[in-house]
Nanobody, 122 residues
Framework: VQLQASGGGLVQAGGSLRLSCIVS????????MAWFRQAPGKERQFVAG????????NYVDSVKGRFTTSRDSAKKTVYLQMNSLKPEDTAVYYC????????????????WGPGTQVTVSS
């Protein structure tokens, strides 16, 4: 299994980016696809997740109303649409998959992609 995230970059505050994560290998019918981020000097943090089979979503409070995660099962791709970006959103963003009982717990996830840098300038 491999996960490859893309779509990061440099954007001004208030701007938008869309991250994509392509999953190769097996499929994950009942698993959670999630996005985490890690800012310099901080721990990796749960951002958003989506149930691969049922499409149920979950977000950390700080991104609710600004970020939206979705999936395209046919393309085996998960997306993170990020709007109204703030400088505090600056981080390396990772996509991951696992049988997460607790969506915000890093150890619940099995496979991780290498991450993509998102930088928001003020």
């Amino acid at each position: 299994v491999q996960l490859q995230a893309s779509g990061g970059g440099l954007v001004q505050a208030g701007g938008s980016l869309r991250l994509s994560c392509i999953v190769s290998g097996r499929t994950f019918g009942n698993y959670i696809m999630a996005w985490f981020r890690q800012a310099p000097g901080k721990e990796r943090q749960f951002v958003a997740g989506i149930g691969w089979g049922n499409g149920i979503t979950n977000y950390v409070d700080s991104v609710k109303g600004r970020f939206t995660t979705s999936r395209d099962s046919a393309k085996k791709t998960v997306y993170l649409q990020m709007n109204s970006l703030k400088p505090e959103d600056t981080a390396v963003y990772y996509c991951t998959v696992g049988r997460a009982r607790y969506w915000n717990v890093e150890s619940e996830y099995m496979y991780w992609g290498p991450g993509t840098q998102v930088t928001v300038s003020s």
